[in-house]
Structures are given as C-alpha cells and as structure tokens.
C-alpha cells in the first residue's frame, strides 16, 4: 500500500495549483485523507482534512483559498489552493489512515497513517 502525491511546482503569488493524491495496493478501506506541509526547521503541519464522511477540516491560513476534496471510488484526495501566497511554500505531504485488506481479513480494525512522499510548491513573490 503507497500513497503518493503530484501536481506541486512553482507558481507566482497570486496563482493557483492542484495537488492530488492516490493510495493504491490492496486496501480495504480508507478514513480521513489529509494534506499536511513543511518548511525546512519548522513541524510539520495540518493543512486539510476529509473524512470518510466528507466532513472538512481547514487551518486558519488556508479558509477560503484552499478547497480539499476526495474521490472515494478512486482512493483519491486532492486540494486545490488558490490565491496563493509565498508563505504557502512548503513541501506538501498526503497521507491517509488505511486498512489493508490482508488486516482486515485478520479482524484488524486499525486504520494507521500512511505518508507519500511529498511534493515542493514554490509560490515566488
């Protein structure tokens, strides 16, 4: 199971970018799906959140500009960021809580966070 994301770039204040995510391999069922970001010397921290009922979760610096969204036939998330801004730039991280199928057959009822690799935006002033 991966989770892996794409769409990140460089683009001038003001622009906009769509970044998605796909989790694929055997997966039974996926919960909340989830962009968190990065800057170097700094936490990591949450940008977004779907749950699996589609309920979202925004932090302050992103309401209004930022929009997630998911496909649940797809296993995919994606977050569109308008109106973008320099200190948007950061390394994008998605991840998902995931149960695997082969857990599932065992009677696991554990969704653990699985983390893509991540993708750089660049928003130049």
């Known amino acids: 199971v991966q989770v892996k994301e794409s769409g990140g770039g460089l683009v001038q204040s003001g622009g906009s970018l769509r970044l998605s995510c796909a989790a694929s391999?055997?997966?039974?069922?996926?919960?909340?799906m989830a962009w968190h970001r990065q800057v170097p010397g700094k936490e990591r921290q949450l940008v977004a959140r779907?749950?699996?009922?589609?309920?979202?979760v925004y932090t302050d610096s992103v309401k209004g500009r930022f929009t997630i969204s998911r496909d649940f036939a797809k296993n995919m998330v994606y977050l569109q960021m308008n109106s973008l801004k320099p200190e948007d730039t950061a390394v994008y991280y998605c991840?998902?809580?995931?149960?695997?199928?082969?857990?599932?057959?065992?009677?696991?009822?554990?969704?653990?966070?699985?983390w893509g690799q991540g993708t750089q935006v660049t928003v130049s002033s």
């Open positions: 991840v998902a809580g995931i149960l695997t199928a082969s857990r599932a057959t065992m009677g696991y009822k554990e969704w653990p966070d699985i």
């Open positions: 779907i749950s699996s009922d589609g309920i979202t």
């Open positions: 391999g055997s997966i039974h069922s996926i919960k909340d």
